[in-house]
């Protein structure tokens, strides 16, 4: 089993940053692929993007690129968002996602991934 556990949300203004981190323990040598989601109220998920651990290989959405950044920190068995020039339609419950070894990273596909922690919320205003 993985446990996940998301920090860093918060509030902030337009134009601001925020950094969220996302910290896997329990059997974290099973893992090789954790992505990023938010869900906005009434919306539906939405993936931002992947990090194949180890490599580092990422991806982002098209509607963060330049903006949003995924890092990792393997000895630490922690991968980051960097958020940056953030706008209120950011505004979301964001959550991290990890899938084992055995299954090919989804990318941003939610329904593949097995593990997920519990979200950080990030609220931007104008």
């Known amino acids: 089993q993985v446990q996940l556990v998301e920090s860093g949300g918060g509030s902030v203004q337009a134009g601001g940053s925020l950094s969220l981190s996302c910290a896997a323990t329990?059997?974290?040598?099973?893992?090789?692929?954790m992505g990023w989601f938010r869900q906005a109220p009434g919306q539906e998920r939405e993936g931002i993007g992947f990090?194949?651990?180890?490599?580092?290989?990422?991806g982002l959405t098209p509607s963060v690129k330049g903006r949003f950044t995924i890092s990792q920190n393997n000895a630490k068995n922690t991968i980051y968002l960097q958020m940056n020039i953030l706008n209120p339609e950011d505004t979301a419950m964001y959550s991290c996602?990890?899938?084992?070894?055995?299954?090919?990273?989804?990318?941003?596909?939610?329904?593949?991934?097995?593990?997920w922690g519990q979200g950080t919320q990030v609220s931007v205003s104008t």
């Open positions: 996602a990890a899938v084992p070894t055995s299954v090919p990273c989804p990318g941003i596909s939610a329904a593949s991934y097995t593990y």
């Open positions: 329990g059997n974290t040598g099973s893992i090789k692929c």
């Open positions: 990090i194949y651990l180890g490599s580092g290989n990422s």
